[in-house]
């Protein structure tokens, strides 16, 4: 079974390097829209830099993926900026540790992600709340992501995480 990470979001804590005027208006709450999840992807570009990316946080969720790659190759599926590309490869090396290999993979849309997991009948650990099919997602949750439906499973905790990848290997 193949396990498919996003990293922001899932991974990084990626906005929480912006500063905080700026945080504050993003906007992550249940009502939102693709046009403001948009308009806050825009912001990213504007403030992110390189040094900043590479200095981003980890959320905690990262638990779940060191105890994973214990036995089990680490697959990134993520839909990045040309320009964050480079360092986000350096913040994966930097928090991650891929003894049993390593698989990442950037897409230019986030649809993209979709195709490809059903292509290789994987799933998809995410947090983006605007899918067209959730039925191989993993939805991490968050307010902004409430409305989903049809997921094959939302967590909460770490432990939650685990137990669900514990079972989607068994499909
Ligand atoms: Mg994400």
């Known amino acids: ?22 945080q504050g208006q993003l906007d992550y709450s249940e009502n939102v829209s693709k046009e403001s999840w948009h308009n806050g992807g825009k912001l990213l570009k504007k403030y992110l830099t390189p040094r900043s990316i590479l200095k981003a946080k980890s959320l905690p ?7 994973f790659a214990f036995d089990h190759p680490l697959r990134i599926l993520s839909c990045q900026n040309k320009k964050w590309i480079e360092p986000t490869v350096k913040w994966l090396y930097n928090h991650l540790d891929f003894a049993n290999g390593i698989d990442i993979n950037f897409v230019k849309a986030n649809e993209d992600k979709i195709s490809l997991i059903e292509k290789e009948k994987g799933f998809l650990i995410d947090d983006y709340p605007f899918f067209k099919d959730y039925s191989r997602v993993i939805v991490v949750d968050y307010a902004y992501n409430r409305k989903v ?23």
């Open 1 to 22: 079974m193949k396990i498919y990470w996003d990293i922001d979001g899932v991974l990084r804590d990626l906005s929480g390097t912006l500063p905080k005027k700026v």
């Open 61 to 67: 969720y990262i638990k779940a993926a060191k105890y």
């Open 149 to 171: 439906v049809g997921e094959f499973a939302r967590v909460k905790s770490i432990g939650q995480l685990k137990r669900v990848l514990i079972s989607a290997e068994k499909t």
